[in-house]
């Protein structure tokens, strides 16, 4: 694999190298920059973790029994936005999603989810923790119920953790 992308590799270096220097002999800032340029183009090459390979899933937000971590006031102000940050979890395949948020009046629903490469190679050993942030805006005072719903792993069942919110 190494020497197919050798020549591709050695044409991209030199066309980098000619836009920086103008046709300018070398120097060695100039080098250095058209390093720094590859080098930079090469990390961006990286899985996105979107694609045919990926399935959107609902995010673990519990793992092992282990509890569900949630952040959020206690108290929040009419007209004010207001956070919900949720933990999810996952392996060396699992990578941040999208968070979904939905409101009517004073009750709110916010669901992480994450994107579960299915095929396209070995995943790495390792847990991955996520942080999820919703933003919701209650516009009058009074109590507002707040529900997050998300995946227990290892079992896979959707489980809901609901609180109620102050709005002063």
């Known amino acids: 694999m190494a020497v197919a992308a050798g020549p591709w590799l050695r044409v991209l270096f030199q066309e980098m190298f000619t836009i920086l220097t103008a046709g300018q002999p070398a120097r060695r800032g100039n080098v250095r920059a058209a390093i720094l340029l590859l080098l930079l183009l090469i990390a961006g090459c990286r899985d996105t973790g979107v694609g045919p390979d990926h399935a959107r899933v609902r995010g673990a937000i519990e793992l092992y029994g282990n509890p569900?971590?949630?952040?959020?006031?206690?108290?929040?102000?009419?007209?004010?936005?207001?956070?919900?940050?949720?933990?999810?979890?996952?392996?060396?395949?699992?990578?941040?999603?999208?968070?979904?948020?939905?409101?009517?009046?004073?009750?709110?629903?916010?669901?992480?989810?994450?994107?579960?490469?299915?095929?396209?190679?070995?995943c790495t050993d390792e847990l991955r923790v996520h942080e999820h942030i919703a933003m919701l805006r209650f516009e009058q005072p009074g109590e507002a119920d707040i529900t997050v719903r998300g995946r227990s792993e290892p079992s896979g069942q959707t489980i809901e953790h609901r609180f109620t919110v102050r709005v002063d």
């Open 68 to 122: 569900i971590i949630i952040t959020a006031a206690f108290t929040a102000t009419a007209g004010v936005p207001y956070s919900v940050k949720v933990l999810t979890y996952g392996g060396g395949c699992v990578s941040k999603g999208q968070t979904e948020s939905r409101q009517t009046g004073m009750t709110a629903e916010v669901e992480p989810y994450d994107l579960e490469r299915r095929s396209g190679g070995a």
